[in-house]
């Protein structure tokens, strides 16, 4: 089974940027459609956007559609997650996932205004 591990959360101000990157081990990277989710303080968690196996077809969430950008790099095993004018209403655990079924443990990004 793959095992995920994210990095590149931290704390920034409103407008500024942030890329987490996710890599992934243990299976095929290329069988796996990609994803990024988000858990706020009392708060379900939610899909943020998802990238397929051939990289060719992205999906966002409505709050994060034109800010924010996934991507990946099969020869890295690595998925990413460019974050662009970042909001405070964007502090969450950012967790990365795999085939919706298997999760990293989260990296935490903090906006502060």
């Known amino acids: 089974q793959v095992q995920l591990v994210e990095s590149g959360g931290g704390l920034v101000q409103a407008g500024g940027s942030l890329r987490p990157s996710c890599v992934a081990s243990g299976d095929t990277f290329t069988r796996y459609v990609m994803g990024w989710f988000r858990q706020a303080p009392g708060k379900e968690r939610e899909f943020v956007a998802s990238?397929?196996?051939?990289?060719?077809?992205?999906s966002y969430a409505d709050s994060v559609n034109g800010r924010f950008t996934i991507s990946r790099d099969d020869a890295k095993n690595t998925v990413y997650l460019q974050m662009n004018s970042l909001k405070p209403e964007d502090t969450a655990v950012y967790y990365c996932?795999?085939?919706?079924?298997?999760w990293g443990q989260g990296t935490l990004v903090t906006v502060s205004s």
């Open positions: 996932n795999a085939g919706f079924r298997v």
């Open positions: 990238i397929s196996r051939s990289g060719g077809r992205t």
